[in-house]
T-cell receptor, first 114, second 113 residues
Framework: NAGVTQTPKFQVLKTGQSMTLQCAQD?????MSWYRQDPGMGLRLIHY???????DQGEVPNGYNVSRSTTEDFPLRLLSAAPSQTSVYFC?????????????FGPGTRLTVL | SQELEQSPQSLIVQEGKNLTINCTSS?????LYWYKQKYGEGLIFLMM?????EEKSHEKITAKLDEKKQQSSLHITASQPSHAGIYLC?????????????FGQGTRLTINP
């Protein structure tokens, strides 16, 4: 199993540009999440999904869109990039059995918005 | 909303020494996750604690959950260079599952040879 994969690893955008961060998992996990990590602030939840076709907002959803058309994929879209979205983005997936269980993280995407 | 405070924020220890990292919650802890992050990489799951008083160990790392104090501690015995990294605690604020974790700000651990 490849686990949780994210592409790209690095990205530089100009203010106002849009892009999609890709996330895929091959463990048949129902739950998937997107977090952003900023210095001194730990990880903050952007959006999450409990299954295909079901998504919901986390703590910091503004400026981001998600969709979940398949169990495997959970892309994160930046609609109009802003310097405040410069961060490291992590995708994660987990089992759905009762909610409790290990959350598997991808290697991250380091995004810089100029 | 639940907040997690980790202490210390950074820690430098001599190889072979013991150390403790604390994670304190502003609300009741239903469960607590510990992760390790190597610089520039993703998060590696260490342990999950669900019950008050629960204690788990893996190799030289022991984690405990004190529900009354709303706190968890991570203890490393006889530290090694491989223990260096950022340690993060995470909690499920609504007891709804691991897909919506709240994280502490992290503790950066440096091991000096």
């Amino acid at each position: 199993n490849a686990g949780v994969t994210q592409t790209p690893k690095f990205q530089v955008l100009k203010t106002g540009q849009s892009m999609t961060l890709q996330c895929a998992q091959d463990m048949n996990h129902e739950y998937m999440s997107w977090y952003r990590q900023d210095p001194g602030m730990g990880l903050r939840l952007i959006h999450y999904s409990v299954g295909a076709g079901i998504t919901d907002q986390g703590e910091v959803p503004n400026g981001y869109n998600v969709s979940r058309s398949t169990t495997e994929d959970f892309p994160l879209r930046l609609l109009s990039a802003a310097p405040s979205q410069t961060s490291v983005y992590f995708c994660a997936s987990s089992y759905s059995s009762g909610g409790w269980g290990e959350q598997f993280f991808g290697p991250g995407t380091r995004l810089t918005v100029l | 909303s639940q907040e997690l405070e980790q202490s210390p924020q950074s820690l430098i220890v001599q190889e072979g020494k013991n150390l403790t990292i604390n994670c304190t919650s502003s609300k009741t802890l239903y469960g607590l996750y510990w992760y390790k992050q190597k610089y520039g990489e993703g998060l590696i799951f260490l342990m999950m604690l669900q019950k008050g008083g629960e204690e788990k160990s893996h190799e030289k790392i022991t984690a405990k959950l004190d529900e009354k104090k709303q706190q968890s501690s991570l203890h490393i015995t006889a530290s090694q260079p491989s223990h260096a990294g950022i340690y993060l605690c995470g909690a499920d604020p609504h007891f709804q599952g691991a897909q919506k974790l709240v994280f502490g700000q992290g503790t950066r651990l440096t091991i000096n040879p």
